[in-house]
């Protein structure tokens, strides 16, 4: 059973399909959600194997609170944090400065890496406090991507991967503005085997 952080459980679905035929024999358990209640369910003691969580953090601390296998924790994955909109051209820094028109989507970022990443782009851009009374807040990035699929919000931040699939999807490249690195600390996702589990 795998506890899989939201922005990445549409990959680890087409990776499940490929490792499900090599190996008849295992099936896999897909648990999505965002990285803080999956967090929260481990320390609870959900019987989970795997943790992909979309940060570094929450690995870090299980493997120092003896939950997680020492020398298990690795980097699968790095984010990249954007600006997004599936109705407005031509993002960029200028172009949420001067928005007024309505809610700004952001990821919790008490729960969600990518919440606490917009949060530090917005600091860094000295938005946060500006715009705070517009934030319209996901539990995770992919509820946030609905927000603004429904018009819920018009512009928001989101990761980088949900926005090429979406625009696979729909057979267009929607609007986006890649947020630069300098402005929030490196995403980096770690998996991490847990300490409990029998299929080590």
């Given at each position: ?150 018009k819920n919000a018009m512009l928001g931040f989101v990761d980088l991967s949900q ?19 300098s402005y929030y600390l490196p995403i ?13």
């Open positions: 059973t795998i506890a899989c952080a939201s922005n990445f459980t549409a990959t680890l679905n087409k990776i499940s399909a490929v490792f499900e035929k090599k190996f008849h024999n295992i099936k896999l358990v897909i648990v999505s959600g965002s990285t803080g209640s999956l967090y929260a369910r481990i320390i609870n003691h959900a019987p989970y194997d795997l943790f992909l969580s979309a940060d570094e953090k929450r690995p870090l601390y299980l493997v120092r609170d003896k939950r997680a296998v020492r020398g298990s924790r690795t980097t699968y994955a790095q984010g990249q944090l954007v600006l997004w909109s599936a109705y407005i051209i031509g993002l960029n820094k200028q172009k949420l400065m001067s928005y007024t028109a309505g809610k700004i989507a952001i990821s919790d970022p008490k729960l969600a890496p990518y919440g606490e990443a917009a949060k530090q782009a917005l600091t860094t851009m000295r938005l946060w406090d500006k715009l705070k009374s517009r934030y319209i807040y996901g539990k995770n990035v992919s509820q946030t991507f609905s927000f603004l699929k429904t926005v090429l699939r979406y625009g696979q999807r729909v057979g267009k490249l929607s609007h986006y503005w890649l947020v630069p690195e980096k996702q770690q998996c991490v085997l847990l300490s409990h589990s029998k299929h080590t």
